[in-house]
């Protein structure tokens, strides 16, 4: 195995236990309180950290070695999730998900915490895409990072209900002191022999936001990619907010945790046909064009109480996504310099994330406050119930059909955009002389 390979399958470990926490601190704490604003305001802790930390972390993988930090990034995790097992047994208003007092929201915001840092990973990885893969295939590696993305996806969405059926939240984190354990250990023998610039490293170690945002708004067109997938990331914090209660609304823990095993499958298929054929010769293209077809895809998937649909929609959802991903990582790939992506993949997570807390804070206490009622026994539900359905469960389904909508609107818009048309431009046009450090074999 080539050291890329092995990187991929270290953050296959470390993506399958913090999701799987992630999942499964979602899952308990719905199950436990029954709280729609419960989960929401978990998606808003993750989005808001995500969008605060970002940039921090992009200059952490910039001035230090990239598997160092890898390192630096499990072993935090690692840390984290133990404090926050020692709190599970040691306070019983944890243990029983005592939502007035202040010890869960601190359990949760230290399990959370042990999350978010596994993405100092979610950074470091595309740089080392660009430093060990020829320019001409990474676009089919990113397709492969997309595949390990879905694998992993797959194996959480199982773990995370049956852990959460049979442990509760003890099991989880104890499955996530003996997985992230696992990777530190395998990351140790992980060589790569990465370039060291003397200017770089001897600079101050600085964020230098100033210095990113110069190189951003040097390159044509590449503000109006990050502005673009901020506002989709604005309207996936719907999502993130408000699917697992849908899910668990409709059937059992244990059988939405399959379920999503069986839809992550689109992930994989979605990463090796990526791997195979490439995302063509516009990947700023194909992004909008898998972007438009997702939006129409979440217009329709909970139109009505149906399980099918439901599985039927994600599974289209999740099959799109990696396109989307692999092509804004191609994309920053090739136009920005290599010294400079970690601060910049840094700069686009944390502009991109941070139009959804307020999405996620927002749209869990207006859902169940006003769509809810509104399709229980309000207007909604006079007007368009009969067909449509009544109840808390429609409530959240209505508010998904209303995020599609805005979302096929802003793709059209997109598409007719001059930042679009720059943005291609700047990406045909430029040489890849990101890194002269392309020594590893073919993807």
């Not at 230290?110 to 979610?122: E, S, W």
């Not at 990050?226 to 914090?237: D, H, P, W």
């Not at 026994?377 to 109840?391: C, L, N, S, T």
Request: aromatic share 10%; hydrophobic share 55%; charged share 10%.
């Amino acid at each position: 195995m080539q050291p890329f390979h092995h990187l991929l399958a270290n953050n296959l470990i470390a993506n399958i236990t913090n999701f799987t926490v992630w999942f499964a601190l979602t899952f308990w704490t719905f199950l436990e309180t029954q709280s729609v604003f419960a989960t929401g305001v978990i998606a808003g802790i993750y989005l808001v950290l995500t969008a605060m930390l970002g940039i921090w972390f992009g200059s952490l993988v910039d001035h230090h070695g990239k598997r160092h930090m890898m390192l630096v990034s499990s072993i935090a995790s690692l840390l984290l999730y133990t404090a926050a097992l020692a709190g599970h047994a040691l306070d019983p208003a944890i243990r029983g998900a005592d939502t007035h007092g202040i010890t869960l929201w601190l359990f949760i915001l230290i399990t959370m915490l042990a999350v978010i840092a596994g993405n100092i990973r979610m950074i470091a990885l595309p740089t080392l895409v660009t430093l060990l893969v020829p320019e001409d295939r990474r676009d089919k590696a990113n397709g492969l990072v997309g595949m390990v993305s879905g694998i992993g996806f797959l194996m959480t969405s199982a773990i995370s209900g049956f852990l959460v059926a049979w442990g509760g939240m003890a099991g989880a984190l104890y499955f996530a002191i003996s997985f992230t354990s696992i990777a530190i250990l395998h990351l140790l023998f992980v060589r790569i022999d990465e370039p060291r610039d003397p200017e770089t490293h001897d600079a101050p170690r600085s964020i230098d936001l100033a210095g990113t945002l110069r190189v951003v708004l040097g390159i044509p067109g590449l503000i109006a990619l990050i502005l673009f997938t901020t506002f989709n990331n604005l309207l996936g914090g719907v999502f993130m907010a408000l699917m697992d209660a849908y899910g668990l609304s409709l059937m059992k823990v244990e059988e939405w945790g399959l379920l999503w095993a069986v839809i992550s499958c689109a992930f994989i298929v979605s990463g090796m046909v990526i791997a195979r054929t490439g995302l063509g010769a516009n990947p700023v293209r194909t992004l909008l064009l898998v972007n438009l077809a997702a939006w129409i895809v979440a217009v329709f998937f909970t139109i009505q109480s149906s399980v099918i649909l439901l599985a039927a929609g994600c599974f289209i959802w999740m099959f799109l996504g990696p396109y989307a991903e692999a092509a804004e990582q191609t994309t920053l790939q090739k136009v920005v310099p290599y010294e400079r992506q970690g601060r910049v993949f840094g700069f686009a997570q944390s502009v991109e994330q941070s139009a959804s807390p307020l999405t996620a804070f927002l749209i869990a206490p207006l859902t169940q406050f006003v769509f809810v009622p509104l399709m229980t026994d309000g207007a909604g539900a006079d007007a368009i119930g009969d067909w449509y359905g009544r109840g808390p469960e429609r409530g959240i389904a209505i508010v998904f059909s209303i995020a599609g909508l805005f979302g096929v609107l802003a793709t059209i818009a997109a598409f007719r955009s001059k930042s679009y048309r720059r943005i291609s431009a700047a990406y045909n046009s430029e040489t890849d002389d990101n890194t002269g450090a392309l020594t590893e074999q073919p993807v």
